[in-house]
């Protein structure tokens, strides 16, 4: 079983629109939780971290459920800029500090 | 600079040759990492260094494979006798090691071609 697991999509949606994408991860020691960002043909950069309490970026909104082991990603009022890929990664720092990236949700926002 | 930096940023390689790839992580990151990406795929873990050492090296494809990092800061993945399916973009990550929440970051790649 893969450590994270994302639906690939691709989402297409409209600008303006509200886009949520979810991830689980299997292992239960996980400790860190992210969302980074991938354009086209460019490396992956961090968009945010994800806090147990639930944190926001504008219009950005990352959730984490660990008793489910499932993060989430809210996109509010979506621009043209926002189409890319969305990577879930989670982080175990107690044996190693090993990342483990989920394969990534294609997004297009459509004008 | 203040990011990670890899080089060469494109090779071409006749299949058979031996390439070396590369990273110079950010000053002070003690943990570095090297993935893959295959066009259209998914990071694919290649291997982490935690200082100068290797605690986890499994996701190395095949014994073609090696990497090797010196003075805790610079590495060097080093493919032997490449074949075309070697051909991807390599990324290295570097991050520092502490509790809570340290992010990883990408250097812009290797984009290796093998003809």
């Known amino acids: 079983r893969k450590e994270v697991e994302q639906d690939p999509g691709p989402f297409n949606v409209p600008e303006g629109a509200t886009v949520a994408f979810n991830c689980t991860y299997s292992n239960s020691a996980s400790q860190s939780f992210f969302w980074y960002r991938q354009d086209c043909r460019k490396e992956p950069k961090l968009l945010m971290s994800v806090y147990s309490s639930g944190n926001e970026d504008g219009r950005f909104t990352a959730q984490l459920n660990r008793a489910s082991q499932y993060i989430s990603l809210l996109i509010r009022d979506s621009k043209l800029s926002d189409s890319a890929t969305y990577l879930c990664v989670v982080n175990k720092w107690d044996t190693g500090n090993q990342f483990y990236f989920g394969t990534g949700t294609s997004l297009t926002v459509i004008p | 600079g203040a990011g990670v930096s890899q080089s060469p940023s494109n090779k071409v390689t006749e299949k058979g040759k031996d390439v070396e790839l590369r990273c110079d992580p950010i000053s002070g990151h003690t943990a570095l990492y090297w993935y893959r990406q295959s066009l259209g795929q998914g990071l694919e873990f290649l291997i982490y260094f935690q200082g100068n050492s290797a605690p986890d090296k499994s996701g190395l494809p095949s014994d073609r494979f090696s990497a090797e990092r010196t003075g805790g800061s610079v590495s060097t993945l080093t493919i032997q006798r490449t074949q075309q399916e070697d051909s991807a973009v390599y990324l290295c990550?570097?991050?520092?090691?502490?509790?809570?929440?340290?992010?990883?970051?990408f250097g812009q790649g290797t984009r290796l071609t093998v003809v």
């Open positions: 990550a570097s991050s520092l090691i502490r509790q809570g929440s340290a992010e990883a970051f």
